[in-house]
């Protein structure tokens, strides 16, 4: 069982920068694959960034490339999601995500956990 929580999010004014943090806990981080996706009202929840386990290669949703950047701190059991130069388009609720066992996944239901969520608003 893998118990996950989202801090960080908030209210930022377009073109700034939030980090988001998701503490893990009940496995290390280094053995299982860690996702953010996000919901926006009215849509489905998408894949934004995803960080593999083992060596740690990063992979991304075209929309957060360049911009969004997701890596890991496993003495600290913790994955990070920052986000420059957000856009009122970014404006959703974020969700960590893991995946045992399992690399590359963008598909939400290839990920066996999830967490509660945290709000992310960029005002125009």
């Known amino acids: 069982q893998v118990q996950l929580v989202e801090s960080g999010g908030g209210l930022v004014q377009a073109g700034g920068s939030l980090r988001l943090s998701c503490a893990a806990s009940g496995r290390s981080i280094s053995t299982i694959t860690m996702g953010w996706f996000r919901q926006a009202p009215g849509k489905e929840r998408e894949f934004v960034a995803g960080i593999n386990w083992g060596a740690g290669s990063t992979y991304y949703a075209d929309s957060a490339k360049g911009r969004f950047t997701i890596s890991r701190v496993n003495a600290r059991s913790t994955v990070y999601l920052q986000m420059n130069s957000l856009k009122p388009e970014d404006t959703a609720v974020y969700y960590c995500?893991?995946?045992?066992?399992?690399?590359?996944?963008?598909?939400?239901?290839?990920?066996?956990?999830w967490g509660q969520g945290t709000q992310v608003t960029v005002s125009s």
């Open positions: 995500a893991a995946a045992v066992l399992r690399r590359g996944v963008v598909d939400r239901a290839e990920y066996n956990y």
